[in-house]
Nanobody, 122 residues
C-alpha cells in the first residue's frame, strides 16, 4: 500500500510561482507518477507525467514552458514547479501513481493524494 500526500499549494498573484510536493509512504516509489488538476464544475485533467527514471516526461499543452515536473526517488518525493501562473491554473492539484496503461488518463492511475488547492488571483 502506497500513500501520497501533496503540499505547497496556496494563493498567488498572476505571474507568480509555486512548487508543489508529493511525498510517498510505503514500500516502493518506483512507478511513473503524474500530476492532475480539477477546477469547480470541470473534469479532472492531466497536467504532467514523469517516468521512474525521469527520462520520459509529458506535459499538457496548457502548461508547457511554464511547469516543470521532477522527482527525487531517494526522498520518495514528486515535485511540480509552477511558474508564470495564470488565473486559469486555479484548481485542486493531485499527484497519482501510474498503473501502466495510458499516460494522462485518470482511470489508469491507481494511487491518489488528497489534493492541494492552488488559487491564482488576477
Amino acid at each position: 500500500q502506497v500513500q501520497l500526500v501533496e503540499s505547497g499549494g496556496g494563493l498567488v498573484q498572476a505571474g507568480g510561482s509555486l512548487r508543489l510536493s508529493c511525498a510517498a509512504t510505503g514500500r516502493t516509489f518506483s512507478s511513473g507518477m503524474g500530476w492532475f488538476r480539477q477546477a469547480p464544475g470541470k473534469e479532472r485533467e492531466f497536467v504532467a507525467h514523469i517516468s521512474w527514471s525521469g527520462g520520459s516526461i509529458y506535459y499538457a499543452d496548457s502548461v508547457k514552458g511554464r511547469f516543470t515536473i521532477s522527482r527525487d526517488n531517494a526522498k520518495k518525493t514528486l515535485y511540480l514547479q509552477m511558474n508564470s501562473l495564470k488565473p486559469e491554473d486555479t484548481a485542486v492539484y493531485y499527484c497519482a501513481g501510474y498503473r501502466g496503461l495510458r499516460i494522462g488518463l485518470p482511470s489508469d492511475y491507481d494511487y491518489w493524494g488528497q489534493g492541494t488547492q492552488v488559487t491564482v488571483s488576477s
